[in-house]
């Protein structure tokens, strides 16, 4: 069955390295037959504070609009992010604060756990950081990949189905970063 992927570029600077790993992973997905769309956070122009919580939902941008129908359209999400402090760019926490809303990545039911409307996709997560990978899995306790797996994904019927880890990204030099893209261009094919 073909896959509609979703690739979601978290990193504010499409520049970045994060942005080099989003596309090899999109040119060799594409090249093994899967239909890929992509999302570039720092291009889409939303206010990313959700500045009443859920007490009244603000109207939203027509690129968040647009986010919602790709997101629904898609079979398998790729999540490509810098760590920062532990977690995601904040950009990519207001897209989650402003995108996945009550009523369209999860419904609240009386006295149960919400209804999770985002079932039967999966995600990738494609993860860069300074600290090393050991170090942030054993002292760390790994909370940015628990916040996006457990608490936002999964709590919405996303199954996460590998995270994979490009780190520490601070003293890599060119050859590791190659083998780091090759790296993304294999998860590409495979998908």
């Keep these: 069955m073909k896959k509609n992927i979703l690739v979601i570029l978290g990193h504010p600077d499409t520049d970045s390295f994060c942005g080099s790993l989003a596309d090899a992973y999109i040119d060799t997905a594409k090249q093994s037959g899967a239909e890929v769309r992509e999302l570039q956070l720092g291009k889409l122009s939303f206010d990313p504070i959700l500045w009443q919580g859920y007490n009244k939902i603000q109207a939203l941008e027509p690129d968040l609009k647009k986010a919602q129908e790709l997101i629904l359209w898609s079979t398998h999400m790729v999540f490509v992010y810098p ?26 039911r009386d006295k149960s756990l919400p209804e999770k409307l985002l079932s039967g996709r999966t995600a990738h997560l494609m993860v860069t950081m300074d600290t090393p990978p050991w170090y942030y899995r054993w002292v760390f306790q790994r909370p940015g990949h628990n916040q996006m797996k457990r608490t936002i994904l999964e709590f919405c019927g996303v199954k996460v189905v590998k995270i994979s880890e490009f780190a520490p990204i601070m003293s890599s030099n060119q050859q590791q970063r190659e083998k780091w893209l090759a790296k993304a261009k294999q998860l590409g094919s495979s998908a």
């Design 83 to 108: 760590n920062w402090w532990g977690a995601m760019p904040a950009l990519m926490k207001g897209f989650f604060d402003r995108v996945f809303l009550p009523g369209f990545a999860f419904k609240y």
